[in-house]
């Protein structure tokens, strides 16, 4: 386990509440976005600000975290590769256990526990989760955006009427170049 900068805008001292459950501490402040939280199409752009409402309350297991996340996307278009620019707010709420509670119950779930080292908490991985979880898994610039042209890649948006010949087999081409015949009165036998 790395140990925790406590100048690092997502790590916060928990010390001020002390181990008396009940106390809470009420946080606000805008913190710039972390590398890479998002997902590949749409993301919160690094260094950006995210605004963090947080209430930290002592509990007897550790510090209960209940906040929200305010943050701007910027992404593209699934459909048509068009910029996205968007805001997202998140809530979450998580259990940071205590670090000196962690021998005395040992068990499977240990590994899935959120912990405290000393008094600091570390916010980016819950932020993370977060974020990603309430990301659409396909962005879109409109609900109705009809996307790019299969044939020739341009943006259906732009030209509505937007159209090619019909497609002609390349094994029947050759036909294409006969003249038809002209239909000449049948000879009756």
């Known amino acids: ?69 305010q943050a701007g996307l910027a992404g593209e278009c699934v459909r048509c590769l068009e910029p996205i620019e968007d805001e997202t707010e998140v809530r979450f709420q998580e259990l940071f256990v205590y670090d000196d509670t962690r021998d005395s119950e040992q068990n499977s779930e240990d590994d899935e526990v959120s912990m405290l080292q000393g008094d600091l908490l570390d916010l980016e991985p819950l932020l993370r989760d977060a974020v990603v979880l309430a990301l659409p898994f ?18 259906l948006a732009d030209d509505p009427d937007h159209s090619h010949e019909a497609a002609i087999d390349p094994r029947w081409a050759k036909l294409a170049h006969l003249e038809p015949e002209q239909d000449s009165p049948r000879d009756p036998d």
């Open 138 to 155: 396909q962005p879109v610039c409109q609900d109705d955006c009809p996307g790019l042209c299969t044939e020739c890649g341009a943006r």
């Open 1 to 69: 386990m790395t140990r925790l900068d406590p100048r690092a805008p997502l790590v916060l001292d928990t010390r001020e509440l002390g181990r008396r459950p009940g106390s809470q501490h009420e946080v606000t402040r805008t913190v710039p976005a972390p590398a890479d939280l998002g997902i590949e199409v749409l993301r919160v752009p690094e260094g950006s600000p995210v605004t963090l409402d947080l209430r930290l309350e002592a509990v007897m297991e550790g510090v209960l975290l209940t906040g929200s996340a």
